[in-house]
């Protein structure tokens, strides 16, 4: 069983800093693109930063220059360094690990969300 832990998120003023944590658990072999995506209230999920098993990222419009994800593929981490925070950045955002292969299939997960409040 995969699992897919979040850390991180919280309450920040404008032009602030957050970085998030995801780690990834079970009996994993590989994961070919980990991610973070946000969900603001009423709106639907998008993409705000992704990562290959090789370091190539994809990063939204809105958050380049601003945010900069990592990865660990020993640890199966990810992070996400949240810089010039913005209110428009206030979202649950939601860790995912793609083409997560385990001894059973190759699947994609999601964790469970983790509050981003940019707020004076």
């Known amino acids: 069983q995969v699992q897919l832990v979040e850390s991180g998120g919280g309450l920040v003023q404008p032009g602030g800093s957050l970085r998030l944590s995801c780690a990834a658990s079970?009996?994993?072999?590989?994961?070919?693109?980990m991610g973070w995506y946000s969900q603001a209230p009423g709106k639907q999920r998008e993409l705000v930063a992704a990562i290959t098993s090789g370091g190539s990222t994809n990063y939204a419009e809105s958050v380049k220059g601003r945010f900069t994800i990592s990865r660990d593929n020993a640890k199966n981490t990810v992070h996400l360094q949240m810089n010039s925070l913005k209110s428009e950045d206030t979202a649950v955002y939601y860790c995912?690990?793609?083409?997560?292969?385990?001894?059973?299939?190759?699947?994609?997960?999601w964790g469970q969300g983790t509050q981003v409040t940019v707020s004076s």
């Open positions: 995912n690990a793609a083409g997560v292969l385990t001894m059973i299939r190759k699947s994609d997960y």
């Open positions: 079970g009996t994993i072999f590989s994961i070919n693109t």
